[in-house]
């Protein structure tokens, strides 16, 4: 005889709006209750983004909505709920209240902030709490755990051909499709005159959405960034038809132009499926398998399938095995002991340097920017200029509407700003203003000259770059992958290296110091 079920807890997180999540896949819709809860305090640790927080409370209201379909039973604690306690600890406690279930049931969070909050959860609510790992990835935890430890993933190359031989994307047999595991070197090419990417699918605000756009606008108001017009996708099917117009439409030339950047174009070729992924609309299984069909079909080159898989396949699983595998220490390192304060220009965009204006109007605007205007201008600029890393850390985590600590603090604090030591990557991605010149259209136009080194209208990142350079010399020279630069620095005459430095120190010391804007200091007092 089968023992009646007894009632259990689960609750799905905003970044878990995904059916097949590992703690609904067994729910009982006849005994279960799904709790989901708007919590404020996870909107305002750092002043996100309003589009980021409207589109992953819009996705959340209507992944609620989607279970209730089903016939499942959702608890939804809203925003402006006035008995809501704005913690998950006391939603839980609450709930329990209401529901007297006979356990909890969750899947692992995404953050180790939250992970530490749930270790106590059990004791605090005399309840069994079950954890269960997070399958939506391809490497669980643990998987990445013991490869490290057989020195399998010490850099995400070895790492990526790894996953691609365990899932067999992208190969034949033991050997990789087009017979090359990494087609980056085809990948560099700056966008030419006259080629426009296409329109990208955004999405009109249905009822769920507008009522949430109201929200945010009256309680998140002076958050950064523009909160209309909103086009993202906020359920399922509507993040599905973006990736098929993605893939139908760009990735065939993802490959050749992932690099570039272009005034004026804010997406170019790339996916704009991040914030998708990272909430759970999205798996990256499914994500990977209709890019690799569109290659078996012959509808996309290789260099472009590889580049867009190596992504996800390889970079978004290695940056998390990092992030789960040295936290809590890998937040506090800070390996080139940079202890300047971020610019204020970040958080408003007023600034000469037409490269920086671009991307952070972008910011400003969409919530969004891709790889190559985050790691190769406000990334290079942060790392050049010095800032201290939980500086330009929390910028990063408060303006993408992708952002999460498991993804955005491995990109930053080690790719970035090698804050790390180079546990991420094995240099610092460094770069002076004649690589801004050849791959985007920046330049022309700006009040600054890329080709001239010191001097009124030098551009800044020429100067700060020698400067990087000689304020890290002891870190750094000895790095192999640095050799070449440092013998460059080595034959500069005193005289140029003083101007360089005299340079750097009157530009830095010209911008405005950390001052957040007032209207976006986190005292919601709500
Ligand atoms: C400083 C910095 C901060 C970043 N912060 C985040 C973040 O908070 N959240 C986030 O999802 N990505 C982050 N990235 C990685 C990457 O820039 C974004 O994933 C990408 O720009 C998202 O746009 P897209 O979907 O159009 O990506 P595409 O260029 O179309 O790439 C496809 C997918 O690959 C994955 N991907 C690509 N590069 C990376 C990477 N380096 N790490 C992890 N996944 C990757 C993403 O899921 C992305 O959607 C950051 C990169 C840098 C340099
Ligand atoms: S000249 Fe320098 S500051 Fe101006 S856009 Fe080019 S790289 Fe940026």
Same mark, same amino acid.
């Given at each position: &005889?089968?023992? =009646?079920?007894?009632?259990?807890?689960?609750?799905?997180?905003?970044? %878990?709006? /995904?059916?097949?999540? #590992?703690?609904?896949?067994?729910?009982?819709?006849?005994?279960?209750?799904?709790?989901?809860?708007?919590?404020? #305090?996870?909107?305002?640790?750092?002043?996100?983004?309003? %589009?980021?927080?409207?589109?992953?409370?819009?996705?959340?209201?209507?992944?609620?909505?989607?279970?209730?379909?089903?016939?499942?039973?959702?608890?939804?604690?809203?925003?402006?709920? =006035?008995?809501?306690?704005?913690?998950?600890?006391?939603?839980?406690?609450?709930?329990?209240?209401?529901?007297?279930?006979?356990?909890?049931?969750?899947?692992?969070?995404?953050?180790?902030?939250?992970? +530490?909050?749930?270790?106590?959860?059990?004791?605090?609510?005399?309840?069994?709490?079950?954890?269960?790992?997070?399958?939506?990835?391809?490497?669980?935890?643990?998987?990445?755990?013991?490869?490290?430890?057989?020195?399998?993933?010490?850099?995400?190359?070895?790492?990526?051909?790894?996953?691609?031989?365990?899932?067999?994307?992208?190969? %034949?047999?033991?050997?990789? +499709?087009?017979?090359?595991?990494?087609?980056?070197? $085809?990948?560099?090419?700056?966008?030419?005159?006259?080629?426009?990417?296409?329109?990208?699918?955004?999405?009109?605000?249905?009822?769920?959405?507008?009522?949430?756009? *109201?929200?945010?606008? /009256?309680?998140?108001?002076?958050?950064?960034?523009?909160?209309?017009?909103?086009?993202?996708?906020?359920?399922?099917?509507?993040?599905?038809?973006?990736?098929?117009?993605?893939?139908? /439409?760009?990735?065939?030339?993802?490959?050749?132009?992932?690099?570039?950047?272009?005034?004026?174009? *804010?997406?170019?070729?790339?996916?704009?499926?991040?914030?998708?992924?990272?909430?759970?609309?999205?798996?990256?299984?499914?994500?990977?398998?209709?890019?690799?069909?569109?290659? +078996?079909?012959? #509808?996309?080159?290789?260099?472009?399938?590889?580049?867009?898989?190596?992504?996800?396949?390889?970079?978004?699983?290695?940056?998390?095995?990092?992030?789960?595998?040295?936290? =809590?220490?890998?937040?506090?390192?800070?390996?080139?002991?940079?202890?300047? $304060?971020?610019?204020?220009?970040?958080? /408003?965009?007023?600034?000469?340097?037409?490269?920086? #204006?671009?991307?952070?109007?972008?910011?400003?605007?969409?919530?969004?920017?891709?790889?190559?205007?985050?790691?190769?201008?406000?990334?290079?600029?942060?790392?050049?200029?010095?800032?201290?890393?939980?500086?330009?850390?929390?910028?990063?985590?408060?303006?993408?509407? $992708?952002?999460?600590?498991?993804?955005?603090?491995?990109?930053?604090?080690?790719?970035?700003?090698?804050?790390?030591?180079?546990?991420?990557?094995?240099?610092?991605?460094?770069?002076?203003?004649?690589?801004?010149?050849? &791959?985007?259209?920046?330049?022309?136009?700006?009040?600054? $000259? =890329?080709? +001239?080194?010191?001097?009124?209208?030098?551009?800044?990142?020429?100067?700060?770059?020698?400067?990087?350079?000689?304020?890290?010399?002891?870190?750094?020279?000895?790095?192999?992958?640095?050799?070449?630069?440092?013998?460059?620095?080595?034959?500069?005459?005193?005289?140029?290296?003083?101007?360089?430095?005299?340079?750097?120190?009157?530009?830095?010391?010209?911008?405005?110091?950390?001052?957040?804007?007032?209207?976006?200091?986190?005292?919601?007092?709500?």
């Amino acid at each position: &005889m089968n023992m =009646p079920k007894t009632r259990q807890l689960r609750l799905v997180l905003g970044d %878990q709006l /995904t059916r097949g999540l #590992a703690s609904l896949t067994d729910l009982d819709p006849a005994q279960d209750v799904v709790l989901m809860v708007e919590v404020a #305090a996870e909107a305002q640790y750092v002043p996100h983004h309003k %589009q980021k927080i409207a589109f992953l409370l819009s996705a959340m209201r209507h992944f609620a909505e989607t279970l209730r379909a089903e016939g499942i039973t959702v608890d939804y604690v809203p925003l402006d709920d =006035p008995a809501n306690s704005h913690s998950f600890g006391g939603e839980l406690a609450r709930a329990v209240a209401r529901h007297a279930p006979s356990g909890i049931v969750l899947t692992e969070p995404g953050e180790w902030r939250v992970w +530490q909050m749930m270790q106590g959860w059990a004791e605090a609510l005399s309840l069994p709490v079950e954890i269960r790992a997070d399958d939506r990835f391809f490497c669980t935890r643990g998987d990445f755990a013991t490869l490290t430890k057989a020195r399998k993933t010490g850099r995400m190359e070895f790492f990526y051909r790894e996953m691609r031989r365990r899932t067999g994307i992208l190969m %034949q047999g033991q050997v990789p +499709q087009g017979g090359q595991w990494n087609f980056d070197a $085809d990948n560099r090419k700056p966008l030419p005159r006259g080629l426009r990417p296409p329109a990208r699918v955004r999405f009109a605000p249905d009822a769920i959405t507008r009522s949430v756009l *109201d929200l945010v606008a /009256t309680r998140f108001g002076h958050h950064f960034g523009d909160l209309e017009p909103f086009g993202w996708a906020v359920t399922r099917d509507a993040a599905l038809q973006a990736l098929d117009h993605f893939i139908a /439409t760009c990735l065939p030339r993802f490959g050749d132009y992932q690099d570039a950047m272009k005034a004026g174009e *804010d997406f170019l070729f790339h996916s704009l499926i991040s914030p998708y992924l990272n909430c759970g609309l999205l798996t990256a299984r499914e994500v990977c398998a209709r890019a690799e069909a569109a290659f +078996q079909a012959g #509808a996309v080159p290789i260099n472009a399938a590889e580049g867009f898989i190596r992504q996800i396949l390889g970079w978004r699983e290695f940056v998390r095995g990092i992030y789960w595998t040295e936290m =809590p220490a890998y937040a506090q390192s800070n390996h080139l002991n940079a202890q300047r $304060d971020l610019p204020g220009f970040y958080w /408003t965009g007023d600034t000469p340097m037409r490269c920086m #204006a671009e991307c952070i109007g972008t910011t400003r605007r969409t919530a969004y920017a891709h790889h190559i205007q985050r790691l190769m201008i406000t990334g290079n600029f942060a790392l050049l200029a010095g800032v201290a890393p939980a500086q330009i850390e929390d910028w990063y985590l408060a303006v993408y509407a $992708d952002a999460f600590e498991w993804v955005e603090l491995p990109n930053v604090h080690g790719m970035v700003m090698h804050a790390d030591g180079g546990r991420l990557g094995s240099k610092p991605y460094a770069a002076s203003g004649a690589y801004i010149n050849r &791959m985007s259209d920046y330049c022309t136009g700006c009040a600054f $000259d =890329p080709k +001239q080194k010191l001097g009124a209208r030098a551009c800044p990142f020429n100067y700060l770059y020698w400067n990087f350079l000689i304020e890290n010399e002891a870190t750094l020279a000895r790095n192999p992958r640095m050799a070449l630069p440092y013998r460059t620095l080595a034959k500069m005459p005193a005289d140029q290296r003083q101007a360089i430095i005299h340079a750097s120190a009157q530009f830095l010391a010209g911008q405005a110091g950390w001052s957040p804007p007032a209207q976006l200091r986190l005292n919601d007092g709500w």
